[in-house]
């Protein structure tokens, strides 16, 4: 058993809280930032990470 946190479990949590995807908590381009905004994708889906990045 990990104590680690899991960064894609995270995207997804905050997916489910309705954190935007701005929200990362990663550095972009680092590993934990793909996984997580990856989870968070998976809940939110396509749509709502790319109004993050202002499209």
């Known amino acids: ?3 680690d946190p ?3 479990e995270q995207g997804q ?3 489910r809280e309705n954190i ?3 929200g990362n908590p ?3 381009g680092s590993q934990e930032h793909a996984l997580w905004a990856a989870g968070h994708e998976e809940i939110a889906g ?3 990470a790319d109004e993050s990045e202002g499209s």
């Open 20 to 22: 935007p995807a701005g």
């Open 13 to 15: 949590r905050a997916a």
């Open 6 to 8: 899991d960064p894609f």
């Open 26 to 28: 990663y550095q972009d």
């Open 46 to 48: 396509p749509a709502e």
């Open 1 to 3: 058993m990990t104590t």
